[in-house]
């Protein structure tokens, strides 16, 4: 199975957010990181972080996501 990822461009003024996680789930400790592009592609914004105590994958994904809005909102 063959899965091909398609960048699209946002529409108007919009920007994009992409945001993942690693997560080691026997010892609770992860990394999140993400990345803000414009309509052309261009890189607005990015970071990663360190992640202590996280309880699930989901989790992770949630803290890099809000490192990611917390970002975009200033």
């Not at 990015?46 to 989790?59: D, E, I, T």
Request: with cysteine.
């Amino acid at each position: 199975l063959t899965v091909e990822a398609v960048w699209k461009k946002s529409a108007g003024d919009r920007l994009k957010v992409n945001c993942d996680r690693a997560l080691n789930a026997s010892s609770g400790i992860g990394a999140s990181g993400f990345i803000i592009r414009d309509r052309d592609h261009d890189v607005r914004a990015s970071g990663a972080g360190y992640l202590k105590s996280v309880a699930s994958v989901l989790h992770a994904e949630a803290e890099s996501c809000l490192l990611a809005l917390a970002l975009a909102s200033n």
